[in-house]
């Protein structure tokens, strides 16, 4: 971990030019240009408000801090948005840059962080525009603070997972595809549209493995802290930011390992 910090401090302007080429890259030669990164998430958001809150009637309740379905559901599809998309796009980092890998010297680990730290550009649009949302429709208060400290734990947890997917995915190929039909799994299984109080309800194997679920806790408490509600416990979460730590140096430790090697695999 020493190692790491000096690598992206003796980087950092290295790491600075990968941030700006890959928020430039994605929509370059779009007449929208950094616009779709407001009208992504706004349309997907939508759509799932028609199909959960109108067309199924889901609502939500005063114990969960508003009664506005498309207020509860944007407060938790935030996070995580900016943790499937660090993961997801940090699977494919090494061989969408294998140039980069095979013909400079470069530490691999900057161009995962890179990407995390783009994601991480986007995600706080999105938290601005949320802000503005709630600020018009109900009110922001002290505890929307709380919301930095899942954000840590979070970019932590997903750049963890981003190294372990990214070197799987080095060596085995179908690691992508594997892991898009996990994070739609994942997703549904996080009380994101819905309030976690209906888990409740669920057989109790069901109730096991959702208390498991990181991302439950997470999501939770970045979505009560910006609603002003009682937040997780402290066992609860300091037990997800304890795995976060684990995942995390164990994700860098099995990059680091491997990274001698994808030269040679790329």
Known sequence: ?????????????????LILRDLKQRYVGSFGGFLWSVI????????????FGIILGMKVGKETGTTSFGIFLFCGY?????????????????????????????PAEILSISVTISNLVHHLIGLSILLIVLTRFTSIHLSAA???????????????????????????????????????????????????SMVDRAPKTIRFLAGLNPMGIIVTGYRDALLNQAQPGGMQVGGVMALSLVVFVFGAF????????????L
């Open 146 to 196: 709380w919301t930095l400290l899942y954000m840590l734990i979070l970019v932590l947890f997903a750049q963890g997972l981003g190294w372990i997917a990214a070197t799987l995915h080095v060596f085995l190929r179908d690691t992508i595809q594997a892991l898009q039909i996990l994070m739609m799994l994942w997703l549904y299984f996080t009380p994101i549209f819905y309030p976690p």
């Open 40 to 51: 992504n998430p706004i349309v997907t958001l939508v759509s799932y408000i028609l199909v």
């Open 78 to 106: 935030l996070p995580w948005l900016l943790f499937s998309d660090t993961v997801v796009r940090n699977c494919s980092v090494i061989p969408d840059n294998a140039p980069l890998i095979t013909k400079t010297v470069i």
């Open 254 to 265: 099995l990059f680091r390992q491997a990274k001698p090697a994808f030269a040679d695999v």
């Open 1 to 17: 971990m020493v190692s790491l910090v000096r690598k992206l401090i003796a980087n950092r302007n290295l790491l600075k030019n």
